[in-house]
């Protein structure tokens, strides 16, 4: 996992509110046992209406999706924040999200940016008026800004997931810290003890 300290782009306006996970990745998608591949089915049933926003030109190159309230709800699969990586997104910024989609973004670098409601709709009116409207997030601070509209506020980050971003951790990752005490353990653990491989 990449380290995530700040991410600028620009968003994607998707103003639809309890989307599912089974609506970011259909279940069909399901069946890959690699984690990529999945970009092509984000939004698939959706993104078969021309006029839906990914299909849009002028948010082609967007980075962060604005999204309703309650986003990620149903079930849980990781594929979901899988094909939104892979379809290049960094952040989702919304008023709630389900629980389940929050922790498997935060282990995954996907940042789930949760900020008041009328701050959400405040951005995606300037979004759809102007496309190349500039958003950062800022990991360290825990902002999200607009400075061209003069808006910034702050977003709920625990310091043990900020910490996990900023250093690249996933929970490999968080695992191979420990690689030193690891080794030391298996070096010294009785052979009379369960293994995976032969000794």
Not at 71 to 92: I, P, T
Request: contains cysteine.
């Amino acid at each position: 996992m990449e380290p995530v300290t700040q991410v600028i782009g620009k968003g994607v306006p998707l103003k639809r509110s309890d989307v599912d996970t089974d609506q970011i990745i259909p279940a069909v998608w399901l069946k890959r046992v690699e984690r990529t591949g999945f970009g092509n089915g984000l939004f698939s049933a959706w993104r078969e209406d021309p006029d839906f926003v990914l299909n849009r030109p002028e948010y082609r190159q967007g980075s962060i999706l604005l999204a309703g309230p309650n986003f990620g709800c149903g079930s849980s699969r990781e594929h979901a924040v899988w094909a939104l990586e892979e379809s290049g997104f960094y952040a989702v910024i919304s008023s709630s999200f389900a629980d389940i989609f929050r922790a498997n973004a935060l282990k995954n670098g996907l940042l789930p940016v949760q900020i008041p409601e009328e701050t959400v709709q405040a951005i995606t009116a300037l979004v759809e008026k102007d496309p190349s409207t500039q958003i950062t997030i800022d990991v360290e601070k825990r902002m999200v800004s607009v400075a061209s509209a003069g808006i910034e506020t702050s977003f709920p980050l625990d310091d043990f997931a900020r910490y996990r971003l900023m250093n690249g951790l996933d929970d490999i990752g968080l695992t191979m810290q420990r690689q030193d005490e690891i080794g030391g353990y298996e070096q010294n653990r009785p052979s009379w003890s369960p293994a995976i491989n032969d000794r």
